[in-house]
T-cell receptor, first 114, second 112 residues
Framework: GQQLNQSPQSMFIQEGEDVSMNCTSS?????WLWYKQDPGEGPVLLIA?????ELTSNGRLTAQFGITRKDSFLNISASIPSDVGIYFC??????????????FGKGTKLSVKP | SQTIHQWPATLVQPVGSPLSLECTVE??????LYWYRQAAGRGLQLLFY??????ISSEVPQNLSASRPQDRQFILSSKKLLLSDSGFYLC???????????FGNGTRLTVT
């Protein structure tokens, strides 16, 4: 089945650092979405991308829909402690077998550097 | 605006007992509804989805079942819980296939 490869799996951040994560696939996606999940809560939609090449910002967050439609990245600038959590990418694959259900990456866990 | 309610927030149940988790959505009509399970705080596994009342699609064969008795109500059930059913269960809705999902706050289920 369709898979999204999300990397890195985990990373440590120091306050003020920029953070970057990405998702790739061997197949084309129609939509890319980025979510953040805080401990014990449901994922919250951060950014939605609908067009190849689209670059969208939400505060300190910036995400791009890759030109090839097979990848997307999320950048967080000047990280702060409340950025910790798990970030998920999700995509709407461009084939009928998915029945329109989103495919999720396995998540990138952001933690604070000890 | 649309809201999604999921309860209970936490649940501890013995092995072999039944389960019923409920999810309701407000502020929208005929939403797609979803149940996901998340183990160990990581990946999201789609369990069931529904595009309308009484229409349930199962993604993973298992000990659980889902029902949609009303347009904005989605229920996850089990007749007899197994230890492996422990996890974090998330309900979600969307306006249609391929559209962004909006998640509830989840239910932490511990089967003892």
């Amino acid at each position: 089945g369709q898979q999204l490869n999300q990397s890195p799996q985990s990373m440590f951040i120091q306050e003020g650092e920029d953070v970057s994560m990405n998702c790739t696939s061997s197949s084309i996606f129609n939509t890319w979405l980025w979510y953040k999940q805080d401990p014990g809560e449901g994922p919250v939609l951060l950014i939605a991308l609908y067009k190849a090449g689209e670059l969208t910002s939400n505060g300190r967050l910036t995400a791009q829909f890759g030109i090839t439609r097979k990848d997307s990245f999320l950048n967080i600038s000047a990280s702060i402690p409340s950025d910790v959590g798990i970030y998920f990418c999700a995509g709407d694959p461009n084939y009928g077998g998915s029945q329109g259900n989103l495919i999720f990456g396995k998540g990138t866990k952001l933690s604070v550097k000890p | 605006s649309q809201t999604i309610h999921q309860w209970p927030a936490t649940l501890v149940q013995p092995v072999g007992s039944p389960l019923s988790l409920e999810c309701t959505v407000e502020g929208t009509s005929n939403p797609n509804l979803y149940w996901y399970r998340q183990a160990a705080g990581r990946g999201l596994q789609l369990l069931f989805y529904s595009v309308g009342i009484g229409q349930i699609s199962s993604e993973v064969p298992q000990n659980l079942s889902a029902s949609r008795p009303q347009d904005r109500q989605f229920i996850l059930s089990s007749k007899k819980l197994l230890l492996s059913d422990s996890g974090f269960y998330l309900c979600a809705w969307s306006i249609g296939s391929g559209s962004p999902l909006h998640f509830g706050n989840g239910t932490r289920l511990t089967v003892t």
